[in-house]
């Protein structure tokens, strides 16, 4: 390990010594001489927006360790450890140095709501290695009934460790209008936002049994989600696994999401977003939306799902859009993805390439669009979805227009569908 981050810096000042050079020649000799100066500052920010965290993970720079223990926590899962964790942000945000916020391993810290507030002053890192488990107490949740551990305006954020944060969810969800209809329905807590951050990475990490929503990066950018475990019974409501909204740049990899509801929603004004080597179920899939709901204008764009296995999933990949809303579903890509007993693989205006499995339902691939406004834009490429039982596959098909390339089964029937010629995009209103 010492000897990488030698190599690193190495590394660092040979490419001060590159930008030197190329600048000295471009400033004291003739104009044609500064392609060097040119090619040296693309390798300049090739290296510096390389790997993330290079420097803030080196012994080089200095850093300081605030452990939650250091300020009163107990850690024994009945104590009340909202306070020392408040008292250990507080003095890891306002350290000039680098600063690591400390959850111990091998203990449990009960904490109420709490808002790790931001700007802070130095590159941080939250190493979760223990487990943070939420309050049940409802009163508790009085002044914020949205959020549990909210991170506000904090860039150049890692958060790690190994550790679990669980939301207790349990008693949420016995009191959710989905669960007991005649109680009023109410909002629920999500377990962890991460609000206005950027430059964020998130990795190695359970998040269990939110009250609600598992992790949501809500206005964020350049963001890394990797290696992530996030569970929650198949029949708990709402629990979405990994919800991006207003968020740019950002990739979710390697992560295993099995939850009560979606395992990745992907909402209004998003772009940019991709997830690869995505586990998915039980849960109802990945969805982008809902989109356009209650008369809403929402826009999403440049989003790539590829390489992804769906097992027990009730709706496989989809988008979801309201009738009556505003905005489009741009460049969307859903590709080399593997279904195992989906129950249905519903598709609105985008394109599937080599999709393969089972599906529980005889309606393997719906498509179900406006009468008016039918989606387009529709490209299946490479699709082979089979019944579980080995039966035959059909596919239900509304007012849609789509390209076939490849082997594709099942199709819709011929008298339902307009073919067309170019890949677009569908646009709802």
Known sequence: MASQR???????????VLFCVSRYTCTSHESGLCRPYTRYMKTIKDFMFQESYVFAD?????????DVDSYGAKGDGKKDDTKAFKKAWKAACSSTTEAVFSVAKNKKYLVTPIKFKGPCKSSLTMEVSGTILASKQESKYKKDE?????????????????GVIDGNGDFWWSNSCKVNKTLPCKDAPTALTLYKCKTLMVNDLTIQNAQQIHISFDNCENVRASNLQVTAPGDSPNTDGIHVTHTKNITISNSVIGTGDDCISIVSESKNVQATGITCGPGHGISIGSLGSKNSEAHVSNVMVDGAQLTGT???????????????????????????????VEIKNVTYQNITGTSTDKDAITFDCSENHPCQGVVLREINLT????????????????????????RCPKDTIQTQQAIGAYSYR
Do not use: E
């Open 58 to 66: 080196s012994a080089l720079v200095a850093t300081k360790t605030f």
């Open 146 to 162: 949205r959020h549990w551990l909210r991170v506000d305006h904090v860039d150049n954020l890692l958060i790690r460790g190994g």
């Open 314 to 344: 009730t709706n496989g990949v989809r988008i979801k859009t309201w009738q009556g809303g505003l905005g489009n579903a741009s460049q969307i890509t859903f590709r080399n993805i593997k279904m195992k007993n989906d129950s249905a």
């Open 387 to 410: 019944h579980k039982d080995g039966g035959d596959t059909q596919a239900v098909c509304n007012n849609v227009k789509l390209t076939y390339i490849g082997k594709v089964y099942p």
């Open 6 to 16: 030698y190599l690193s810096f190495l590394s660092f000042l040979l490419v001060l």
